[in-house]
């Protein structure tokens, strides 16, 4: 049987206290999402098993059924994949946000006010004139990518993986000197080095530079710092046709999962106007994946929009977003399924919540429904963090949520 997984990022949350203790999903108006889990099977999934880093690389490898702990090797490679730079075997490759650092030296936001894609363009390309492979032994590359997100490649094997770096999203007004890349080992101080020369250099370069000048004169926050974050070397995965024995396509404007759909060997749907933002074309979204269902056996439809309102920390845009969701992806969706008479499994789910009150990641299981035509209901009628903690799912673990997809 053919199946759809509807995934709204970060869109779990904790409860908030303008809400009286309620979360965005429950108070959010979202009948056909509620749908599902009347209609359906519900529970809760562990998606970033213990041990394993918080975040969207992690939760999405396992709801794919992926195990993280094999096949998680940072989120800058799987981006690479998707803007289609190869990554030598040595090659160390890390996302790279523009980000704004306010007068005191604090972290302001994440996205530098989620720059547009031109202005970002620009400025990595001037990075990578003035800081790249020219200098010598130990080269760095810079990859432009889309708004705020970009990719910093360490190539030729000089490099060590052996270093971690502080998730910006997860450090909003702290202090940049205190949050510098470390090394875990010996090996990798040469390589902490030399990221954290190219994030002084870099930080001077933007200070000046034209498109930041000009974003300041408009009132716009300027981009005046690289920061690198999730680095890994090449992974091996299996595809998702080896793992599961079914062809799949991906949906997102984002490159992580599109990059995970590359390694995974599924088809990358790209659908015009999708922002991974509030305002991104949720109705495109859905018809590419009914168009898509009549190709493959599983339809993986990704939605950052709820993502960035949690970690805006922006909780009417939250439930605004929940809504688009349910309203704008989820009715014509199903709408869609029936017309077309298709007997197709519907899944609805977040990778992580997003609290607006920390604008963080965290990593509570996440509430989960499945509709499967030929299945029995459970008793549960509507979907939140609550609601679903008495499915008859109960709390799934591993690759457990796909096999329920599947029906196993
Ligand atoms: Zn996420």
Redesign the pocket.
Known sequence: MKAVIVLG??MSDHPVAKLGGKTPLMVANKPHIDRIARMGVTGRFVTVPEGQPN??AV??LSVLGYDPAVCFSGRGVLEAASMKVDLGAGDVAMRCNLLCIDSQGKIKNHSAGHISTEESVQLIRDLDDKLGSALGDRPVKFHPGVSFRHLLVLPGGWASKDFDCAPPHDHVGELEVDLMPWALNDGAVETVDRLIEVHKNARRILTDHSVNRARVDRGQDPANCMWVWSPGRRPSMSTFQDLHGVSGAVISAVDLIQGLGVYAGMEKILVEGATGLHDTNYEGKAQAALEALEKYDIVYLHV?AT?EAGHARDLDLKIKCIEYLDNRIVRPLLAGIEERDLRVTVAVL???P?PVETGC?ASDPVPVAIWRPDAEADSVQGYDEEQVKPGSLGLLEGDQFIRKVFGE
């Open positions: 990022d970060g975040g969207s939760a999405n950052e993502d977040p990778d992580h997003t990641h």
